[in-house]
């Protein structure tokens, strides 16, 4: 494949262009973002939780998740990177899409009140609650390789196998595991390119709440990040706990947003009809 050299001054109108068009797309949006989660997490009323699921550093789970249900997924024990992967339960052709999450929302940055797409266009969570706001939907996760590389020497586990182990008991397979978001990794874009670890952005004991949009099959793996710069594998346990929740107002803000949730809503509406 030939590449194709761009001029520093053709790459300048690209991004005059791009600017544009996403200064145009957030001026649909009705509504500001709040502000992030309070520390500590707030008990989750007992009356309402399914089940309760403590993950130890190195591992992996999996669950079915209802609509309307909602996982909360928590540092309980101090800073872990949980990846997590999901798949629409009825069809499992269709599945987390953080490629068109990003795009569809002008924003790598995701947290409470945005919401995560499938590769269909369709809603597949609405974050509800986060403390963190620190999650990687780019960078992937951690592979025999890169563990290797980082921790010379030593036995460990990582997340490309952990994936690969939670898709075959769900009867999948290695090539239907979809790219994945990592919750409580600090990385960021650098002004001139690459990917860094912002640790000061990332609190011991933060905690996420999805809302389930659809049935479906998801996935978590408790392994390190290839950027966190701690040099010595250490993942702590984390809890995930799978409870009902709240029905959604008219106004609910994951669903009011951003046009682009409004559009995932009614192709939501649409498979549900």
Known sequence: MMHVRRSPEEIAANRVRYEEHQKKGLEFAPKALPGLSPLPAPAIDTAVVIHQETVPGGWYWSTRLMRGEAIRIDQAEGNSTVALVAWNAADTSERINLVDTAKVQWTTALGKGRVIFSDMGRVMFSMIEDSSGAHDCLMGGSTAASNAAKYPGEKTRNTRDNLILVALKLGLDRRDIPGILNLFAPVRLAEEGGFGWQGKRSN??????????????????????????????????????????????????CRTATAEALRGFENNALMLA
């Open 204 to 253: 011991s004991a933060d905690y996420v709440e999805l809302r389930a949009e659809m049935d479906m099959l998801v996935g978590f793996s408790n392994c390190p990040h290839p950027l966190d710069p701690d040099l010595t594998y250490q993942p702590k346990p984390v809890v995930i706990t799978r409870y009902s929740a709240a029905a959604p107002t008219t106004d609910d803000l």
